[in-house]
């Protein structure tokens, strides 16, 4: 588990982790996670500054005012960068956090060193599984997150490591936290056709090959990205296949040697 604090960012409270010396990686989770998706991950990744945090609303970080689509994020976004004085980093976004990092890469190429994206539904018309199918439709959305939190969950989060599944779970059951991903799940819907296709920064779209939740043909919305499928990863790939996911990050962010 990443030890975690708080900050005070706009009279909101944060909860992130900061650690490591080296160029900056940010890493931006989606839903029903938090920034401890990248638990595995982060130790791996030596010679870079490593920096998650809860998306402000979910996990433990106060909602901040204003909308909840992708581009509203990447605003977010740019703001805890410069509250905590990061001029320019690598993005790595998993889920519903892989569309703002496109939106800040393509808005704020000189803020962004490199873009990494994983598991995202990036194609507003491509496939994805019949959950996702049917927690696109607004008010199936809205129900079954109110009434039925842990039946959602337990469809969503495989077996993974038992801390780290309690600590999602543990904010994912807030009410305040799902009346959120409510909100920014219909921002979502209602922009992704407007999410950008093309990024000048070096750009890795890093897939599972058993993504059952987006297939690697969401990949293909970003042109001229190079694209990468680790064997047997599904989508949960920072916590099932954490060293490879770390051994391509490196590669993209810094050419360091394998692991």
Not at 62 to 86: C, K, Q, S, V, Y
Not at 124 to 146: C, E, G, H, M, Y
Request: glycine residues 8%.
């Amino acid at each position: 588990m990443l030890p975690t604090r708080f900050d005070d960012v706009r009279g909101k409270r944060v909860r992130y982790f900061r650690g490591g010396e080296g160029p900056p990686i940010v890493f931006l989770h989606g839903y029903p996670d938090n920034l401890q998706i990248w638990s595995a991950v982060a130790p791996l990744l030596g010679g870079f500054e490593i920096i998650a945090f809860d998306w402000p609303g979910m996990g433990r970080s106060e909602a901040w005012a204003g909308g909840a689509t992708p581009f509203h994020m990447a605003d977010r976004l740019l703001a805890l960068l410069d509250h905590w004085r990061i001029a320019r980093a690598a993005l790595v976004g998993i889920d519903m956090g892989g569309q703002p990092a496109v939106v800040a890469a393509a808005q704020h190429p000189d803020r962004v060193s490199h873009l990494i994206v994983s598991g995202s539904l990036l194609q507003w018309d491509a496939p994805t599984s019949f959950d996702i199918a049917v927690l696109r439709k607004f008010r199936f959305n809205q129900f079954f997150l109110k009434h039925f939190p842990r039946q959602v969950f337990r469809r969503a989060v495989p077996a993974i490591d038992e801390d780290v599944r309690r600590d999602f779970w543990e904010h994912f059951r807030r009410p305040e936290v799902r009346d959120f991903i409510v909100r920014m799940c219909a921002g979502y819907q209602g922009t992704l056709p407007k999410l950008p296709s093309e990024v000048s920064v070096p750009t890795l779209c890093l897939w599972g090959s058993n993504d059952r939740h987006f297939p690697v043909i969401h990949a293909s919305h970003l042109r001229g990205a190079k694209v990468q499928v680790i064997a047997g990863g599904e989508h949960w790939l920072p916590l099932q296949k954490p060293r490879e996911f770390a051994e391509a990050v490196r590669l993209e962010c810094g050419g360091l040697p394998p692991l």
